[in-house]
């Protein structure tokens, strides 16, 4: 920027603004004069509950994690027995069927059938 | 004045000495940042108005100020946020509707006792004001001040490219609007 340079040279660059005398000299007695005190800030006080509360939750997700696995492993134990219960029962009716069938002889059969 | 500057931050973080640091902080800066807010605003009344807010508010938000940035720079940043809130609510409680924030700015400035410049000065001035204002911000840092891209970038936290643009555009319009006075 050539002509700009050529500006700077005609016109300069010292802003042409003046302040009151010793204004700066003055001006930092006149603000720290405004500034309002810094409230203290009050120290924090480890409560009890305060040093405990990591160790509480750590305890209180140990027993959450337990009791999940308890109450998944009862669900799963009880659904096992279920299941068993139902083959069984499903196996003393084959047993049942098979018993009956080997005591019906022919006779019986042609009997029920012209019945 | 790094070091200077590091001495002050480790202070400000005790609250026993944190008072006495932030009374360094204003003599060190007080006048850097005036003339910044001064650019800005052009009256010294405002512009006295405006520093004493920019310090308020730093002096408030204090605690926060964790020393990622430099000081300088937070403070800077402070100042120009604090200077364009002023002439938006300047622009806002005017009685009579301003139309272009520029003419108020150059009654503002023909109307200042505490201008202290010539004929040629004053015109250069008005050119100025008539730049919109992120071009002037940017304008007045690098000829007045003579800051490098980076230190504005820091401050305004625009890229270096986006304020080489603003710049070119700025003095263009500041060179047209001198032939054309001449």
């Known amino acids: ?115 | 004045m790094e070091n200077k500057e590091q001495e002050i931050i480790r202070k400000l973080q005790s609250p026993q000495t944190m008072r006495q640091a932030f009374s360094e902080v204003v003599a060190l800066y007080s006048e850097k940042l005036y003339w910044q807010i001064r650019k800005m605003v052009i009256s010294h009344d405002d512009s006295n108005d405006v520093l004493q807010n920019t310090f308020i508010k730093a002096w408030n938000n204090i605690e926060y100020f964790r020393g990622d940035a430099k000081l300088s720079t937070w403070l800077f940043r402070i100042a120009i946020n604090e200077s364009i809130t002023f002439l938006n609510k300047q622009n806002q409680h005017a009685t009579v509707p301003i139309d272009d924030e520029d003419a108020y700015l150059i009654n503002k400035l023909e109307s200042d006792t505490w201008f202290d410049g010539d004929e040629l000065q004053l015109k250069l001035q008005k050119a100025i004001l008539r730049l919109p204002e992120k071009q002037r911000i940017v304008f007045n840092m690098r000829y007045f001040d003579e800051l490098k891209y980076e230190e504005i970038s820091e401050i305004l936290g625009t890229s270096v490219g986006a304020l080489k643009a603003s710049y070119h555009h700025a003095a263009k319009k500041i060179v047209d609007f001198l032939s054309i006075e001449d």
């Not at chain 1, 302040?19 to 120290?43: C, G, H, I, W």
């Not at chain 1, 337990?66 to 499903?90: D, M, P, Q």
Request: glycine share 2%.
């Open chain 1, 1 to 115: 920027m050539q002509e700009l340079d050529e500006i700077k040279k005609i016109y300069g660059n010292k802003p042409p603004f003046k302040v009151p005398d010793n204004y700066f000299e003055q001006f930092t007695q006149n603000m720290m004069s405004q500034l309002p005190d810094k409230e203290a800030r009050p120290e924090k006080v480890a409560t009890l509950w305060m040093r405990m509360r990591p160790l509480i939750y750590l305890a209180a997700m140990f027993a959450i994690a337990l009791f999940s696995v308890n109450w998944l492993t009862r669900e799963h134990r009880e659904g096992s027995s279920a299941k068993a219960n139902i083959t069984l029962t499903e196996r003393d009716q084959d047993v049942q069927s098979a018993s009956l069938a080997m005591t019906v002889d022919e006779y019986a059969l042609c009997e029920y059938l012209s019945e």
